[in-house]
């Protein structure tokens, strides 16, 4: 494979910035510096950038996008819907991450990521996307009961005994849901603002347990999963996890 292929499938480099980067001097095989743009490599050649040995293995891939409405939490749609694969617009997406050295660019596409969980069409905020099966698996699992906290506006005014009922639980689908956390946070112009959290995932079910105690939902956006926050990600856009973040979710 010729040396500027090999950056390009392997570090996320175009053609010609991978033919840049050699003649800068910056690409190591076997650790002898190369400059020839007509160099071949083999697949048990060493390959480094910058001194740091680029691998050849599928790199797992966790990104945590700001999700917006109109947009469903699938990576095809039968409907002909735009899906959140769709807001992860860059070809390739770099970290910004010291430790990965800016290895970690990858082809999005080719990384067949997927959505960790889901969330509404017409609902906001965190999700989480990764090529990581175990992962994915472990963090969408039941068991887990991980916190996923919630910022909801809705028609009128909501009292405390409402409040009250949604904190001990209600019952969907003839199954009580586990206690949430929940306090509102304003009341304005006809219209309240309330943080909840939940530590299940059954469909719908922020909209549906305002909806058992009397109360529409107007606007629904994700803020937390766990410890990861939505911070000031722009909305639409997307980041790589940090690799504490990483850790932190293999460890729940």
Do not use: W
């Amino acid at each position: 494979m010729r040396l500027n292929k090999f950056l390009a499938s392997f570090a996320g480099y175009s053609r010609r910035d991978a033919d840049e980067v050699i003649k800068q001097g910056r690409v190591s095989v076997n650790g002898e510096v190369v400059a020839n743009l007509a160099t071949f490599v083999k697949e048990k050649d060493e390959v480094s950038l910058d001194g740091a040995i680029i691998s050849t293995k599928a790199k797992n891939v966790y990104l945590l996008l700001h999700k917006i409405k109109g947009y469903v939490t699938t990576t095809e749609d039968d409907k002909g819907r735009k899906t959140v694969l769709d807001l992860v617009k860059e070809p390739l997406i770099t970290c910004a991450c010291n430790k990965c050295k800016g290895l970690t660019a990858v082809d999005i596409k080719s990384a067949r990521i997927y959505p960790i969980g889901r969330l509404d069409y017409d609902t906001e905020g965190l999700l989480l996307l990764t090529n990581d099966g175990d992962l994915s698996y472990r963090l969408t699992h039941p068991s887990l009961e991980i916190p996923k906290t919630y910022i909801a506006k809705l028609e009128g005014e909501i009292v405390e005994s409402q409040l009250a009922t949604l904190r001990k639980g209600v019952a969907l689908d003839g199954v009580k849901t586990k206690p949430a956390k929940v306090k509102l946070l304003e009341f304005r112009d006809g219209v309240s603002r309330v943080q909840i959290t939940i530590t299940e995932g059954k469909n719908r079910q922020v909209k549906r347990m305002f909806e058992e105690v009397g109360k529409k939902v107007v606007y629904l956006k994700r803020i937390q999963i766990g410890q990861l926050k939505l911070g000031s990600l722009t909305r639409g856009h997307s980041r790589f996890l940090t690799h504490g973040e990483i850790e932190y979710l293999k460890k729940l």
